[in-house]
């Protein structure tokens, strides 16, 4: 039997503090699992064989931060909040296929593994954004959010500081708005709250990757 030949991905968090590289056979599914914080996250997995993966920048003790849940450490920049990957207890390796460069993980065919979220999976999309007005909305805990902004500095992106869980949007005013006023809304993710049925929502897609008025994304490789 043939070897299959190997295809090289290249990842990073959004920030680009942590960059890293691998090589494996074409990636032709994406594993869902339903637990808690892979729900919350809405993770797209991917298992690299072992000592595949390449660190090209940062670390993942000294770049990343762990967040221990069950039988996994998931690693998370603390400064953009983006969910890298996770350390299984046999030492297997799971890649969040959603950080790979110029790879779109959504379009693969997905395997669920049942790991006992009580909310329906989404097997599309991460953060799912509704946007109630600010008055509306309480806070508490808000100590323990870390926010993170880029581009025109308009969207402060909130997670939480332990876990890196997406929490909120903040939006603030910029000269170019005119007569707008976005602080008006603040966006929440719905992936947080319980008892919402995500296979009941009507989902509307904004494809991020087509850039603003800062430009397109360019994470540098």
């Excluded at 990073?12 to 942590?18: G, K, S």
């Excluded at 996250?41 to 069950?70: C, R």
Aim: with cysteine; aromatic share 10%.
């Amino acid at each position: 039997m043939s070897t299959p030949s190997l295809v090289e991905y290249k990842g990073n968090c959004h920030c680009t503090a942590f960059k890293f590289i691998f090589k494996a056979p074409e990636i032709k599914q994406a594993f869902v699992c339903t637990c808690s914080i892979c729900y919350k996250n809405g993770y797209l997995w991917g298992f690299p064989s072992e000592g595949a993966v390449d660190v090209v920048k940062g670390g993942t003790e000294s770049t990343l931060k762990s967040y221990q849940f069950g039988n996994c450490t998931h690693k998370f920049c603390p400064t953009c909040g983006t969910s890298v990957m996770a350390y299984l207890a046999d030492g297997t390796i799971a890649i969040n296929l959603r950080t790979l460069h110029e790879f779109d993980a959504t379009a693969l065919p997905q395997t669920v593994r049942d790991n006992g979220a009580k909310e329906p999976v989404n097997r599309q999309d991460a953060a799912l954004w509704i946007y109630p007005g600010t008055p509306t909305v309480i806070f508490a805990g808000l100590t323990s959010l870390t926010e993170y902004t880029f581009g025109l500095g308009r969207t402060y992106h909130g997670f939480c500081g332990s876990c890196g869980v997406s929490i909120r949007e903040r939006f603030v005013n910029n000269s170019e708005e005119g007569g707008r006023d976005r602080t008006r809304k603040v966006a929440l993710n719905v992936r947080t709250m319980s008892g919402v049925d995500l296979g009941q929502l009507k989902i509307k897609k904004h494809d991020g990757r087509l850039g603003s008025k800062a430009g397109p994304y360019d994470a540098g490789w």
